[in-house]
């Protein structure tokens, strides 16, 4: 596929597929296990160790009973009570309460689909169209269609690839399925559904990128999702040339260098920047991060052409965003829509409330509340509400303000708490004292708190904890008295 020198991966970058293989075999790692592998990549035991450790779903001792979700659709359920540490997500919230093991994305929780999750054929003509047309042109096809990266920053696409070719260097291509953001399930929907697309999209941008090194990194839980896109990865003509990394890392692995990092075979941690990853990311090498959503957008551009892409959505932002839509509706699921259409017709639409007593929560840890007089809101980047709100990945979850947002509020807080990869005082210390006020009722010190969080965590999780926080307290104070 590719015409861009072999690249042969360090020792060191096989420490997780390792970690990984170990820990599904015995469901824990203990001592001698991380020592032996240690010794067979010929790295100090300690780095190993570090590593290991840094990723939140690896046990170190047997594990017993059954996995129970303690996310946000399902808290909602009787018989919740406050959270405490750990508190984590199961990512089946169309389906509350969740537990066990994760199960094949449901065909019938697609409940509108536009051209990413419509069904897709098989001609892989996206990739030919762009074997056709060159890399040059195809990434210019791809620059006039507007496409912004869906993972949440809404960063041009084709500006990033450009960026990393312009080091002339051999570069490096990550496709992002590590999708670690409570509420959010839309990349396992089309994992599950339309790997084929996402795959063309992967492809076209091998063409046009012409990495020495393709990885892609599958969340580690999310097993249906990881076997439907491999079994469609053999079937592909890029089959031989992308490597399939499994993680084990939880939210932090959303920042894009903690993730190369993890694929390094190094603590999941953030880099400081500068370097920006397409000026030395993954190995050095200038590096491009997608995620799942936007090379399905890449297949659907170079299929159709970029005006198609622009009838779609507005001209600021065209296309379509996946919502992943779950609380307190009678239609819980994955929504395709257009860009600009509007966060409460999706709501009513999904069969929330509507009314008054209505509350979302968007963006998950890192977004924040709205009240419903606020929801007539455009579907667009950027923030809805200077407290927090904001599309994110695209997790919506419509609360009953009068009884969920106490319990909301504190099951982020819980999270960003428990998810802190602790490699920057403001967000290892402050995440949990940011709960811990919280729930004792102590929010006049929160403000001061936030700012500290805000301002001096190195990463976004940090910055961006206080949200929920914040936005439940600005619009809902009183149930927190």
Known sequence: MSNAPAFALPRRARLLPLLVERHREHGFLDRGSVEHIARQLGMPVAEAWEAAASMTEFHFEPVRGERSCAGLACSLRPGWREPTLPAG?????????????????????????????????QTWAGLERARNLGPAVALEELERSGLRGRGGAFFPTAAKWRAALSRGRPLALVLNAEEGEPGVFKDRALLCLRPERVLEGLGIAMQVLQPAVTIAFINGAAEPAAAA??????ASPIAGDVLVYRGAGGYVLGEETALLNAIEGRRAVPRPRPPLPVEAGLFGMPTVVNNVETM???????REGAAAFRELGTAHA??????????????????????????????????????????????????????????????????????????????????????????AALTMAAYNAEQS?????????????????????????????????QHASLCGLGQMAPGPVRSALEFWSGVFV
Request: glycine share 14%; charged share 20%; proline share 9%.
């Open 318 to 407: 065209p296309g379509t965003r996946i919502l992943s839509v779950s609380g307190r509706v009678s239609r819980p699921g994955v929504y395709e829509v257009p860009m600009g259409t509007l966060l409460s017709d999706v709501v009513v639409e999904a069969g929330g409330a509507g009314d008054s007593s209505t509350a979302l929560l968007c963006g998950g840890p890192s977004g924040g509340f709205l009240p419903w007089d606020l929801a007539a809101t455009p579907i667009l980047p950027g923030r809805y509400h200077p407290t927090g709100a904001m599309l994110g990945a695209g997790g919506v979850v419509v609360l009953d303000w009068s009884s969920d947002i106490r319990r």
């Open 89 to 121: 997500c199961l990512f089946r919230c169309y389906e509350p309460p969740a537990s066990g093991d994760e199960r094949p994305f449901p065909l019938e929780m697609v409940r509108r689909s536009g051209p990413l999750l419509a069904p897709c054929d």
């Open 229 to 234: 896109f491999e079994r469609a990865l053999a």
């Open 296 to 302: 399905a957008a890449v297949s659907f551009i170079i």
């Open 421 to 453: 990869c602790g490699k920057c005082t403001p967000c290892r210390e402050g995440a949990p004292l940011l709960l811990e006020l919280l729930g004792s009722g102590r929010t006049a010190e929160v403000d001061e708190l936030a700012d500290v969080l």
